[in-house]
T-cell receptor
Framework: GQGVEQPAKLMSVEGTFARVNCTYS??????LSWYQQREGQAPVFLSY????GLKDSGHFSTFLSRSNGYSYLLLTELQIKDSASYLC????????????FGIGTLLSVKP | EAAVTQSPRSKVAVTGGKVTLSCHQT?????MYWYRQDTGHGLRLIHY???????EKGDIPDGYKASRPSQENFSLILELASLSQTAVYFC????????????FGHGTKLSVL
């Protein structure tokens, strides 16, 4: 069916890296966004991708493969403050550019 | 920095009562949205608007009305609040329907008892 899937939880260690996966199935595709949401706060935009490949934005990098319906958000040199939920959202171009959100992946960064 | 402000921050309502959530943006954006967030669900679109005095239904509009009296203001109205409407509600704005970036308000935690 149509939707955006993300693992519910992910754990990693300070100073290392974490990869947050997102798979999607939509009739059309018009871009994919990543948001960070800290506990009790609003989602904050991190990145937008529409073309295949890796987009490096420093602490955050984003990969997209449209043929596989797959994206990941890569966080490097993790800090404790990176602990948050990371939301994947896909623009479905076949349904009026509706934005479909995944449930979010709760990343816990341990010392 | 673009700003979206919501009021109230939290609200306790009784079943069957009327609730109004307000949203104000200073981004000069045409599009405004109301989402609800529940554990185990992604953000779900309730209503949206792309011009003043006009609103559109999102994916889960039942039990909700919306009002856009001006470009800056967008309200969500629960005429008869129900237990199932307990959730966190987020308002957001963007400069076009397929905008890359949504700017979210801080959210309103609504508890219906």
């Amino acid at each position: 069916g149509q939707g955006v899937e993300q693992p519910a939880k992910l754990m990693s260690v300070e100073g290392t890296f974490a990869r947050v996966n997102c798979t999607y199935s939509t009739s059309g595709f018009n871009g994919l966004s990543w948001y960070q949401q800290r506990e009790g706060q609003a989602p904050v935009f991190l990145s937008y991708v529409v073309l295949d490949g890796l987009k490096d934005s420093g602490h955050f990098s984003t990969f997209l493969s449209r043929s596989n319906g797959y994206s990941y958000l890569l966080l490097t040199e993790l800090q404790i403050k990176d602990s948050a939920s990371y939301l994947c959202a896909v623009r479905d171009g076949s349904s009026g550019n509706k934005l479909i959100f995944g449930i979010g992946t709760l990343l816990s960064v341990k010392p | 920095e673009a700003a979206v402000t919501q009021s109230p921050r939290s609200k306790v309502a009784v079943t069957g009562g009327k609730v109004t959530l307000s949203c104000h943006q200073t981004n000069n954006h045409d599009y405004m949205y109301w989402y609800r967030q529940d554990t185990g669900h992604g953000l779900r679109l309730i209503h949206y608007s792309y011009v003043a005095d006009s609103t559109e239904k999102g994916d889960i509009p039942d039990g909700y009305k919306a009002s856009r009296p001006s470009q800056e203001n967008f309200s969500l109205i629960l005429e008869l609040a129900s237990l199932s409407q307990t959730a966190v509600y987020f308002c957001a704005s963007s400069d076009k329907r397929a905008g890359e970036r949504l700017f979210f308000g801080h959210g309103t935690k609504l508890s219906v008892l």
